[in-house]
């Protein structure tokens, strides 16, 4: 694809850097502060937000700046995340290192035999449509928040305004990114969309509370009052400017030094313990096979970028260090952040249609984030961003890594009946939101009471690798006996 704006090496001018990297951290914002927030820590945004920053730069020093990625938090390790934070948050961690590491391995395997069987296990049949896959998955929930209001008095239901609101995100991204006049515009248009956005909701949600109708009450602005102020009106002073990030690595010493779990750790679960050696051994089954699975999620995310900026990231810098990257930037996300870190489809998505694949605005962007973590009032506004308006924007990202998949497909031979049943097992099964729970604590009523599951995505592609591994052999054995 390439005809990049910014190749990887290009730097940016200084004035529109800023605006560049505050960009990229809009495209990844919905994803990174979801995760916190269900698994029931929404207190820890600041610190998810400090950990995608300090994972993104881990990962760029050992890629030695040479990879336009930027890691986040990751829904892949939400059903892990459930089992850890039943142990605090010095299970998050542990669960953090036992995925990190299986990244470190793989690395340590491919160092040593070369990456050559990574392209025959993943063959562009598997490729293209699990990338397509990553894309189409994500449209429901970005089609339920764009018919979302943020007020909590109508939050979840089918909101008209809301709708409105984010299709003007979404034409004012798509109209940016298409005309030729301002490349100012070309180059920046989902900040131009959620502002457009923003504004058509503030106006609506203003008049909502005017005529005290909550159904125009797009905006909820809570989170900046509650920013500033007490439950009892009281100015909080400077905490209210300034604050400080209680990532999961300052609050795990907590627990080990008090023996007791946070609050906001009981608040999530209520049945909550400290970790023992029962609980070591849970967080490590629920971690483990899920990172295993989620290596092919890492290669088809690069494959994909690769092909939109034009440069062979699995060659240069290599599979060896973009894995290395992921997984100890992932445990440094954690212990500076809250929960273990991936590769963005949304990123890369802003990297395809905007045209700027700048390793310093990913590197500007990470630094950032870190910096914003800290600034109160920031994270606040950042909060109440519409769900309807990021739905429009992720509209646009998930819809062009799904067409990123599909331009895989030009060069196959979907006439041939094995290429056609690769693709349609991976499409199917993980548009059907097909997923492995594998059931491993069993009551003695002999109710499951725990499973790892493995995500639609993953499972796809396993069926996937599965299917194209036995019509191969097959293949193989008929031209062996001359058929």
């Not at 060659?315 to 870190?341: H, Q, W, Y």
Request: hydrophobic share 50%.
């Amino acid at each position: 694809m390439a005809n990049l704006v910014y190749d990887i090496k290009d730097k940016p001018k200084a004035s529109q850097l800023i605006v560049l990297a505050l960009q990229q951290l809009l495209a990844i914002l919905a994803a990174t502060i979801a995760v916190p927030t269900i698994i029931g820590l929404p207190t820890q945004i600041p610190a998810a937000i400090l950990g995608a920053g300090v994972g993104t730069l881990v990962y760029q020093l050992f890629t030695k700046f040479k990879s336009p990625v930027f890691l986040g938090s990751s829904f892949a390790f939400l059903s892990s995340l459930g089992v850890a934070v039943a142990y605090g948050y010095c299970g998050i961690i542990l669960g953090s290192v036992v995925a990190g590491l299986v990244y470190v391995a793989i690395a340590i395997v491919i160092h040593f035999v070369g990456t050559n069987w990574v392209d025959r296990l993943m063959p562009p049949v598997i490729i293209g449509p699990t990338v397509a896959l990553i894309g189409l998955s994500l449209a429901g929930s970005a089609m339920g928040d764009i018919v979302r209001a943020n007020s909590s008095a109508i939050y979840g239901s089918y909101n008209l305004v809301s709708l409105l609101c984010g299709l003007v995100a979404f034409f004012v991204i798509i109209i940016c990114s298409t005309q030729k006049k301002y490349k100012m515009a070309k180059l920046i248009p989902f900040i131009l969309g959620i502002l457009a956005g923003y504004i058509v909701a503030a106006i609506f949600t203003a008049i909502g509370m005017a005529a005290n109708v909550d159904y125009l009450m797009i905006i909820n602005f809570q989170p900046i009052i509650d920013n500033f102020f007490m439950a009892d009106g009281t100015f909080k002073g400077v905490s209210a400017f300034v604050s400080f990030p209680q990532f999961a690595g300052l609050k795990a010493i907590s627990e080990i030094m008090s023996g007791e779990l946070s609050p906001e750790i009981l608040l999530a679960n209520e049945n909550a313990q400290l970790i023992n050696a029962g609980g070591i051994a849970e967080v490590v089954i629920a971690f483990l096979p899920v990172a295993l699975v989620v290596f092919a999620e890492h290669i088809a995310d690069h494959k994909n970028l690769s092909y939109i900026i034009g440069h062979d990231l699995i060659k240069e810098p290599g599979l060896k260090r973009t894995l290395l990257g992921d997984g100890v930037g992932s445990i440094a996300g954690t212990v500076f952040g809250i929960c273990p870190n991936t590769t963005y489809g949304e990123s890369v998505g802003c990297v395809a249609i905007t045209r700027n694949a700048s390793i310093v605005t990913i590197t500007t962007t990470a630094i950032m984030c870190i910096i914003l973590s800290f600034i109160s009032p920031v994270m606040a506004v950042l909060q109440t961003i519409p769900s309807c308006v990021m739905g429009g924007v992720c509209l646009t990202l998930y819809g062009f890594i799904a067409v990123s998949g599909l331009k895989m497909f030009k060069n196959l031979d979907l006439d041939d009946n094995k290429n056609l049943f690769v693709v349609a097992s991976i499409l199917i099964s993980g548009i059907g939101g097909l997923s492995i729970q594998i059931p491993y604590a069993i009551a003695e009523t002999g109710e499951i009471t725990n499973t790892i599951q493995i995500t639609s995505i993953a499972t796809a592609l396993i069926i996937g690798i599965t299917t194209n591994a036995i019509l191969t052999k097959i293949e193989k054995s008929k031209l062996g006996k001359g058929e």
